[in-house]
């Protein structure tokens, strides 16, 4: 059973960073100078977010389950350190990720001739779909495997 666990663990982790990969690399580009304002289908990276989602929330699951069963063999002090540890990293991380989309919706809407977008849109999935959201995504997700009640052990 446990082989199987990581095994499934493993594959939806590597469809995971697939996932993330295929987004960020079919992000539109807004490039004003060579007159490329996004397309009009839409975006074609989104696609990749239904077809995977499935396996990224197994995934999230698993690591949740991962962290859980890492963190009930630690004392107090340790889960403490890792917890504040976890917590700056996904804070850093969230922070520096919500302030290039800012960036980069301001530069847009100042750019664009007939279009007024949003922090979510067509150009800022490269923003939201990297190495560096994955590893906040893995910080928030070991958080939250603190929140599930351990038991307490005789």
Do not use: C
Not at 33 to 56: E, I, K, Q
Not at 77 to 94: G, N, P, R, T, W
Not at 106 to 133: A, C, D, M, R
């Amino acid at each position: 059973m446990k082989v199987s666990f990581y095994l499934s663990s493993i594959i939806s982790g590597l469809i995971t960073i697939g996932v993330f990969k295929l987004v960020n690399h079919l992000t539109a580009v807004f490039d004003p100078s060579r007159d490329l304002y996004g397309g009009g289908n839409g975006n074609p990276a989104l696609f990749f977010l239904m077809v995977g989602g499935l396996f990224m929330s197994y995934f999230a699951f698993t690591v949740v389950l991962m962290f859980y069963s890492y963190h009930a063999n630690k004392n107090r002090k340790e889960k403490l350190l890792l917890l504040s540890i976890y917590s700056v990293i996904a804070i850093f991380i969230f922070s520096k990720m919500s302030a290039k989309a800012i960036k980069l919706k301001n530069y847009i809407n100042e750019n664009h001739p007939y279009k007024e977008v949003g922090l979510f849109n067509q150009f800022s999935n490269n923003i939201y779909f990297n190495v560096w959201t994955f590893i906040g995504s893995i910080a928030v997700l070991a958080i939250v495997s603190f929140l599930i009640p351990h038991k307490n052990r005789v």
